[in-house]
């Protein structure tokens, strides 16, 4: 299952700066308003910390689950719904009560991160 993960958030972290070079420079030709591209800003940011975290848990805490899970879920939800209202606030309008759940799963991941132990010391592998 750390494989799961190890590849889920190396490909986050890949999209997330695939994203964030699309809101730099792509979706300024699109999208004018200000908050919204600060908006696409914060997504790709917290996706990058994020598929860092479930990329240190899987090494660091493999068999921390629920961590890394919740990263995964969060970084769906949080960032997801983000970039959904950005490029199309109307279709996905009833998407704006899933951002703050996700941000409440990434705060969860941080938190049963903590809590959880450690699995395989960093210098034993």
Not at 21 to 43: C, E, M, V, Y
Request: glycine letters at 12%.
């Amino acid at each position: 299952m750390s494989r799961f993960f190890w590849t889920l958030g190396s490909l986050s972290g890949a999209t997330s700066v695939m994203l964030g070079a699309f809101g730099a420079h792509g979706l300024k030709n699109r999208i004018s308003d200000p908050a919204k591209l600060q908006s696409w800003s914060t997504a790709a940011h917290y996706q990058l910390i994020h598929s860092t975290a479930l990329l240190l848990a899987t090494y660091a805490a493999p068999t921390n689950k629920i961590a890394m899970g919740l990263f995964g879920a969060g970084m769906a939800m949080f960032s997801g719904s983000i970039y959904l209202l950005v490029l199309w606030p109307e279709k996905f309008r009833k998407l704006g009560p899933v951002t703050p759940i996700g941000g409440v799963c990434l705060i969860a991941g941080w938190v049963a991160l903590a809590a959880g132990r450690r699995g395989v010391p960093l210098g034993a592998r």
